[in-house]
Every structure is written in structure tokens, then in C-alpha cells.
């Protein structure tokens, strides 16, 4: 067996008098492409915090390999549509999370941004102020910054909930070429299951006080419904 990128052992998360998670164990492997599906409230958006190191396991532990300072983590929020006064170009609001030490970017810097960029097709549009752009469009623009430091890990939090259909598969395209192509590693929280079942390799159903893990292939849309009550 090889080793995993994120190893989550024996879990339990607890706010005052509300457990969220006890014993919750699963591994994310390298180059995979993990669903966590479930319904609201179950523990996704902590689990994706406790992932961040925002909150703090009450027991067990979540171990990174090699590091938790070597794994780079994106994120893309869930959609939300900004003000049209919104002033940064695409260009610029990527550029916001290459984390060099001087107030303008490097050449070696600024190339970073334009692969970005062009990985999540909006560098046609890089000089757009971000307001003015579509949902999708936007949607893209988080998924580039997301990705301009080439992090191992890119979670997906809800991130097409709010987006049409059309632009749902556009970015899950864009995402799966990713995968398939730097090997970047990808955790979507979703509530949407026939959108997990086409773009995950494995997924974790999460229910109250049970989870279930396992390989995509072979499941069904009412398989994973009863598997997350979603
Ligand atoms: N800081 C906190 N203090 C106390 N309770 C919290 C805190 N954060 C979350 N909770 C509770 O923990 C449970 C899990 O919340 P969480 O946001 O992780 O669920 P979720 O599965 O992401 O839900 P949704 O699909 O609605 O976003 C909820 O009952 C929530 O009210």
C-alpha cells in the first residue's frame, strides 16, 4: 500500500455538547478524486476546516505526509456572486494568492499566474474586472487562484452549488483534466450525487455517527442516496 496524502485516524470532533464526528477514518490517496457526500449539517464544512487546521480534532488525529507544511491545500468557496464594482482584474485576483515576498510579482511569479490561468481557460479574459465577469467565469477565477501555487490538494466546497448545469460540468471538466493531468489530488464536497458519481474515484458518505468509504465504480445514484441520506 502506498502512502496516502492525508491519512484522517480515528476522528472526533466535538463542540459543546454537540459531537460532530467520533472515529471517523479514511485515507485520501494521492491523484485521487474524493466525493464527501451528506446531508446539511452532517460535518462536511468541519471536516474541511479540521483538513485546513482551523479546528482542532477533540480526538483522534489527521496525518499529513510528509508534512502538514508541505501539503499545500487550494480552495474554492461555494459560488457567490460578486458586487459588479468588484475592482481586480482576473489577472490580479489571482495573482492575490502567489505568496512572493515583494509587493509585486517576479517574472517567474507572473508566469505561474498565466499557467493558471490558461489551465482554467480565462486567460482570454485575464484584464476583466472580476465583477463584470459571468458565473462561470467567476467560478473559473476561484479555481485559479485555487490552484496558482500547484498545492497538492484542492478542496471543492460546494463550489457548483448555485452554478447552471452547463457550467457545473464545465468546471468539473476543468478539475478532472487537473487530476488527470498534474495529478493534483481533488476533495468535493457536494450535495449534487450525479455530479459526484461522474467525476469521483472514491467517495465518503457521511450520515450521523456512521460514514461510509469507498470506490465510485459500480455505484449508483440511489446506492450513494442511501449511503448519504442526501
Ligand atoms: N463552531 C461551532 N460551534 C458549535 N457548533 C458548530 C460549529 N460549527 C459547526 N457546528 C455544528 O456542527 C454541525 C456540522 O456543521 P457543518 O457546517 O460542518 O455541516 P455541513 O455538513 O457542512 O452542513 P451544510 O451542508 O449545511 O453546509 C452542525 O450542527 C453545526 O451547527
Not at 508534512?67 to 485576483?93: C, H, M, W
Not at 471543492?156 to 464545465?170: F, H, I, P, V
Not at 467525476?199 to 465504480?217: C, E, I, N, T
Request: glycine share 8%.
Amino acid at each position: 500500500m502506498t502512502e496516502p496524502l492525508i491519512a484522517v485516524q480515528h476522528l472526533g470532533i466535538s463542540f459543546p455538547n454537540h459531537p460532530v464526528f467520533k472515529d471517523l477514518n479514511f485515507d485520501i490517496q494521492r491523484g485521487d478524486f474524493l466525493t464527501v457526500i451528506g446531508e446539511n449539517g452532517v460535518g462536511k464544512t468541519t471536516l474541511i476546516r479540521a483538513l485546513l487546521g482551523l479546528v482542532k480534532p477533540t480526538t483522534g488525529q489527521i496525518k499529513y505526509y510528509p508534512s502538514r507544511k508541505a501539503t499545500k491545500i487550494g480552495y474554492v468557496p461555494q459560488f457567490r456572486n460578486l458586487d459588479q464594482e468588484y475592482p481586480l482584474t482576473i489577472e490580479d485576483f489571482v495573482g492575490l494568492n502567489v505568496r512572493g515576498w515583494l509587493p509585486w510579482l517576479s517574472k517567474a511569479e507572473h508566469q505561474q499566474v498565466n499557467t493558471a490561468l490558461s489551465v482554467t481557460n480565462v486567460k482570454k479574459i485575464k484584464q476583466r474586472p472580476l465583477g463584470m465577469a459571468s458565473g462561470g467565469e467567476k467560478q473559473r477565477a476561484y479555481l485559479a487562484q485555487a490552484i496558482v501555487e500547484a498545492p497538492q490538494l484542492l478542496i471543492l466546497d460546494e463550489s457548483t452549488a448555485s452554478l447552471d448545469n452547463e457550467m457545473k460540468y464545465e468546471l468539473l471538466d476543468l478539475v478532472q483534466n487537473l487530476n488527470q493531468t498534474s495529478g493534483i489530488t481533488v476533495l468535493f464536497i457536494t450535495h449534487d450525487l450525479p455530479l459526484a458519481q461522474k467525476y469521483a474515484k472514491h467517495y465518503l458518505a457521511l450520515r450521523p455517527g456512521q460514514q461510509q468509504f469507498g470506490a465510485m465504480a459500480g455505484m449508483s445514484i440511489e446506492q450513494l442516496k442511501e449511503a448519504s441520506d442526501v
